[in-house]
């Protein structure tokens, strides 16, 4: 099994930035990729990045790209995702998941095997 506990979420004005954490425990030798997601009120949740287990290949949602960096830190398990240049756009509530599978499209919600609880990112106008 694998533990995954965002935080890092808050109310921020547009054009301001905040950096989301997800921390990862368990079997975390089972772990090919971990992916970001959020879902706004009434949408579905949808793809924002993703980043291998060893850091080595990195995919954005277009929207996000130049803007958000995902990033993982080995030694303290925990993947990162910083948020800069905030748009109201961006507010939802923002996901880590983490994928077991060696293969497979990351941008897709169904590949992913575990999931965290959550934490809400509200950006104001």
């Known amino acids: 099994q694998v533990q995954l506990v965002e935080s890092g979420g808050g109310l921020v004005q547009a054009g301001g930035s905040l950096r989301l954490s997800c921390a990862v425990s368990?079997?975390?030798?089972?772990?090919?990729?971990m992916g970001w997601f959020r879902q706004a009120p009434g949408k579905e949740r949808e793809f924002v990045a993703t980043?291998?287990?060893?850091?080595?290949?990195?995919y954005y949602k277009n929207s996000v790209k130049g803007r958000f960096i995902i990033s993982r830190d080995n030694a303290k398990n925990t993947v990162y995702l910083q948020m800069n240049s905030l748009k109201p756009e961006d507010t939802a509530v923002y996901y880590c998941?983490?994928?077991?599978?060696?293969?497979?499209?990351?941008?897709?919600?169904?590949?992913?095997?575990?999931w965290g609880q959550g934490t809400q990112v509200t950006v104001s106008s």
């Open positions: 980043i291998s287990w060893t850091g080595s290949t990195l």
């Open positions: 368990g079997r975390t030798n089972s772990i090919y990729a």
């Open positions: 998941a983490a994928d077991r599978n060696p293969g497979g499209n990351r941008a897709i919600r169904d590949e992913y095997d575990y």
